[in-house]
């Protein structure tokens, strides 16, 4: 009788080598996976794990476009970010502009541009009511007006929107660029001081000067500041202003310090003058004839002679601004509509007062 065999049951170690072995052997069926995992639960796991990186990506995205919205929104209040705008809602007339005659050959030139390349650079306003106050861009905003009446592409031009106000940064806006674009002539840098100063901008003309052209140097500003008191004395007159030579301002500033301007007025309001020429060899002869002074030459400011009085403010509206100088006073109205009937009947009751 053969002898039975005695069984052990194995130690840990070999049914951790067993479990070893059946996990390596290569499955017979196809259909079979090396792991215990059911394929549904594997599915919906990787399905969790991409849509818990979508999730992230999605909040990833967000976040930009909401960094990207702030941005946009920041650089379109700085006035960084150009807006089409109807050509209706622009007043050309927001501010006294500094440039006074134009070169039409220059707009042509500005006009084919236009027509073939388009805007490159925007112009500058500022919100005024129910529209926009021009800063900055003249040229280009009449260059779209004349190209509008025939070209509806040219309603609306590209601008940036600042908010400027009418104050110094207005002015300063405008002078600065026209100074980069093309330069003004003395005459038009004393002319806007003065202009400036006068719709109460700036405190005087001198400060005007310092602000507008800071960047200049203490030569060149004392140079403006002669051409404003050319503009003071005699900007009414002047047929050509723009045409004086730097030379021929100063010389005209240093006479009108010394008490020249009844003389040099006299002699502009009884001249009939053809061009720039002429005109100054008219003021050259007056100049001539003025005695030379006896006293010590002021140096800077403005004629002691021209006093500008305080400005008085109209119930509906506007405002009444006057200057008084030896032997006359100029008596300006801004801000309201006056047609040529109210002109004469203020004129009639000017010299109903003075008979």
């Known amino acids: 009788m053969a002898k039975r065999r005695r069984l052990t049951a194995p130690d840990t170690a070999e049914l951790e080598q067993l479990e070893a072995g059946f996990a390596a052997k290569p499955s017979i069926s196809p259909f079979e996976t090396k792991t215990t995992t059911p394929p549904i639960a594997q599915v919906a796991a990787e399905a969790a794990s991409l849509n818990g990186m979508a999730a992230v990506t999605d909040r990833v995205a967000l976040a930009q476009d909401q960094g ?178 730097e030379k021929a301002g100063l010389k005209l500033a240093s006479a009108l310090r010394d008490g020249a301007q009844s003389k040099l007025r006299q002699t502009l309001a009884s001249a009939e003058v053809s061009d720039a020429k002429e005109e100054w060899s008219l003021l050259e002869a007056a100049l001539k004839d003025t005695p030379e002074p006896t006293e010590t030459k002021a140096r800077g400011g403005r004629p002691q002679e021209v006093q500008r009085l305080a400005p008085q403010t109209l119930p509906g509206g506007g405002e009444i601004l006057a200057e008084v100088s030896s032997g006359e006073m100029r008596i300006r109205i801004k801000g309201r509509e006056l047609g040529p009937k109210d002109a004469e009947q203020l004129i009639a009751k000017i010299s109903s007062y003075l008979a």
């Open 68 to 245: 990207d919205a702030a941005r946009w929104r920041d650089a379109e209040n700085a006035g960084l970010v150009a807006q089409n705008l109807p050509l209706d809602q622009i007043d050309p007339d927001f501010i006294r502009r500094d440039r006074m005659v134009e070169d039409e050959e220059a707009m042509a030139e500005l006009l084919e541009s236009l027509r073939v390349h388009g805007l490159r650079t925007p112009i500058e306003v500022t919100p005024d009511g129910d529209g926009f106050g021009l800063i900055s861009g003249y040229r280009r905003l009449d260059a779209f007006r004349r190209l509008s009446e025939t070209d509806p592409r040219f309603s609306q031009i590209p601008a940036f929107v600042r908010q400027a106000g009418t104050g110094q940064g207005a002015y300063v806006s405008m002078v600065e660029e026209n100074e980069l674009r093309s330069n003004l002539s003395p005459y038009e840098r004393g002319r806007i001081a003065v202009l400036a100063a006068g719709q109460g901008v700036f405190d005087t003309t001198e400060a005007a000067v310092d602000v507008l052209f800071a960047a200049a140097s203490k030569a060149k500003r004392s140079k403006v500041r002669s051409f404003a008191v050319v503009h003071e004395a005699l900007g009414d007159l002047l047929k050509h202003p723009i045409a004086l030579t």
